[in-house]
């Protein structure tokens, strides 16, 4: 049971549980960003050893409201990262995580013990002891206020998956503690799994929805003594991609996608929120070659996709035409910043010219108000 005094589920089912897969390995990408595909043979499996730490921050949108949020970090001395940072490891690597509790934002004195936290890696076949949840972790506890955990796992299965806080998981996701976890192919470092095409660029994009009225309610709950806050009745106002509504989504190269005409693109996908999200291409089908962590035996050709709380996506784009396209969440209220359109859950593929040019200009693809 959820052992928060402030979070009320009300028999809710909460579709956000289990798809984390935990681990920093190999590559520590720049937030949840694209990283160079790489055709040379991978090295032999190694052990892959990282820390996160819990802490809150305040996230500001682009209408200029900030919003209270807590997750994860890999800097001992920095805030939390929204999402955590994205852990890549290969295929056989020996995964080490250690969660480190030692600044709990939920422990104030309005909430004198802190709610505590874990790490479920959200789609790998962990047994109980790793599993992160605490009805079934040692003893049956989170990670409290001034202690640690090591999670480990031999990372098996390539795949895209996330790992997140499972005590009083209706409040802590939302409040941001999740991130991405990316485990490669042995010996394929430019294909998603071992007998797909291959890719020139890899992409993660990182799904969230946030009701900004329930985070200010929930700092108020924990830093003034204000009341619980009743997470049924969630009403989502922003939708982020790595973090970001739009247009913010565009000062950061890893929030958008950057090709040259001719290349093939990975895009992962990974809802972390409430809701589902309908993602729509302009310019392009792609081709969706995996579901949650498993490569699909029949791919197949898709220009919209619903993915649904929990749900892990990866599609190759073959982009042979140059401009600019927007590549959004089809329900359109899901493309509004509290309300106001252009907003939320947009970002652009950019092909250009083998020289770099674009003949669209960036401009015109900017909110002018």
Not at 5 to 16: A, D, H
Not at 168 to 191: D, K
Request: proline share 7%.
């Amino acid at each position: 049971m959820l052992k928060s005094k402030r979070t009320k589920i009300l028999g809710i089912s909460i579709i956000v549980c289990s798809l984390l897969a935990v681990g920093f390995g190999g590559i520590l990408l720049h937030r949840n960003g694209s990283t160079q595909a790489d055709a040379r043979p991978l090295p032999p499996a190694q052990t892959r050893n990282f820390t996160l730490y819990v802490r809150s921050t305040w996230l500001r949108m682009p209408n200029g409201q900030k919003i209270f949020a807590f997750g994860y970090t890999d800097d001992p001395h920095g805030p939390a990262k929204i999402p955590g940072p994205t852990i890549i490891v290969n295929e056989g690597d020996t995964v080490n995580i250690t969660l480190y509790n030692n600044q709990d934002p939920t422990k104030t004195k309005y909430n004198t013990t802190g709610d505590g936290h874990t790490i479920h890696l959200h789609g790998l076949d962990m047994p109980s002891a790793m599993d992160g949840d605490p009805m079934t972790a040692p003893g049956g506890h989170p990670v409290m206020q001034g202690q640690t955990f090591l999670y480990h796992f031999v990372a098996k299965y390539p795949g895209t998956y996330y790992y997140h806080c499972h005590e009083s998981a209706a409040e802590h996701i939302q409040m941001g503690m999740y991130g991405a976890l990316v485990i490669r192919p042995r010996g394929h470092s430019n294909q998603a799994y071992p007998g797909t095409p291959t890719f020139n660029k890899d992409y993660t994009f990182v799904l969230s929805d946030m009701d900004s009225a329930s985070h200010l309610q929930d700092y108020n709950n924990l830093y003034k003594g204000g009341t619980d806050v009743n997470w049924t009745n969630y009403h989502a106002n922003y939708f982020l991609i790595n973090g970001k509504a739009w247009p913010d989504t565009m000062m950061d190269p890893n929030d958008n996608i950057n090709a040259t005409v001719g290349q093939t693109i990975l895009v992962r996908l990974i809802n972390t929120g409430y809701e589902v999200h309908s993602i729509h291409s302009h310019g392009f089908h792609f081709t969706v070659i995996g579901s949650d962590g498993r490569k699909l035996s029949s791919p197949y050709d898709k220009d919209t996709i619903d993915v649904a709380p929990g749900e892990r996506y990866e599609l190759l784009f073959h982009l042979n035409q140059v401009g600019r396209y927007m590549f959004h969440d089809h329900i359109e209220q899901n493309t509004t910043n509290n309300g106001d359109y252009p907003g939320g859950m947009i970002t652009m593929i950019n092909v250009n010219n083998p020289d770099g040019s674009n003949p669209v200009p960036m401009k015109q693809m900017m909110p002018t108000n």
